[in-house]
């Protein structure tokens, strides 16, 4: 008889291209902690070191080779991966707002799990998919400003992920911003630990996960970016 594996599959994606130098890959490797602490089976992948080409707009994928793309690159790999995961966490510092266009090629090239057809679900029109069930979607975000409305766009972008989001978050390159980071960081700990237990989380634990700061908080935060970039700049 086959055995059913009951490990679950947690599918790591940073589109830093800072990598772990980065502070996205600080966020994203607390999840991971949590969740080999519950038995997860993780593969982690840095987008910058994968060749991703963005879509093409063909639709070979739904006319001609139904669910294959006509481009060959390491999507080849990473799309049974992504079927195969249980959650997907995507991690991506904040761009112009947005998510980076390392991890938006990425994204683009899962249309290959869309059908053609067009229906109609919760008001909007959408296309079914071929796969099974897409994993449960995680999103790591961070940004340089300190304000939590520079993820207002990849919030609206990706309203099924539970959304981490960390403003500010050169303050984890500092003794002192760790510090205060570190019930963030914890939080993050235990949402990978709960979620790879297939657990949900308590509102509590989803609030613990976007780091809200105080006025007077920014201020000085503002304070000391001005700081550090008059040191930098050339005299
Ligand atoms: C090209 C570029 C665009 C950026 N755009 C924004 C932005 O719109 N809003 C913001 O708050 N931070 C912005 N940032 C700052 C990054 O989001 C921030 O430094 C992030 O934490 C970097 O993540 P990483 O250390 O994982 O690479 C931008 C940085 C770069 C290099």
Redesign the pocket.
Same mark, same amino acid.
């Given at each position: 008889m086959r055995r059913v594996s009951k490990v679950m599959k947690l599918l790591v994606i /940073?589109g830093? &291209? *800072?990598k772990s @130098? #980065?502070?996205?890959?600080i966020i994203l490797d607390a999840f991971i902690e949590g969740a080999r602490s519950s038995g997860a089976d993780v593969e982690k992948h840095h987008v910058v070191d994968l060749k991703i080409n963005g879509c093409r707009g063909c639709f070979n994928c739904w006319w001609v080779t139904p669910g294959k793309c006509v481009q060959h690159d390491d999507m080849d790999k990473l799309l049974p991966s992504i079927v195969e995961a249980n959650v997907m966490l995507l #991690?991506t &510092?904040?761009?112009? *707002? @947005?998510v980076t266009h390392y991890l938006q090629k990425l994204l683009e090239r899962t249309f290959v799990f869309t059908l053609p057809e067009m229906l109609t679900r919760n008001g909007e029109t959408q296309h079914p998919t071929r796969i099974r069930r897409f994993p449960r979607l995680v999103l790591a975000a961070?940004? #340089?400003?300190p304000?939590t409305s /520079?993820f207002d766009i990849v919030r609206a972008l990706y309203p099924m992920a539970l959304p981490i989001l960390? &403003?500010a978050?050169?303050l984890l390159f500092y003794e002192e911003g760790k510090k205060h980071l570190s019930g963030f960081i914890q939080a993050v700990k235990v949402a990978g630990q709960k979620i790879a237990a297939g657990e949900e989380l308590t509102d509590e634990m989803k609030d613990q996960l976007i780091v809200e700061f105080s006025d007077e908080m920014k201020r000085e935060i503002l304070e000391m970016h001005n700081k550090y970039s008059e040191s930098r700049s050339p005299k």
């Open positions: /940073n830093s &291209p *800072r @130098n #980065g502070t996205t890959d #991690g &510092p904040i761009y112009g *707002r @947005n961070t940004c #340089g400003f304000d /520079n960390l &403003p978050a050169q």
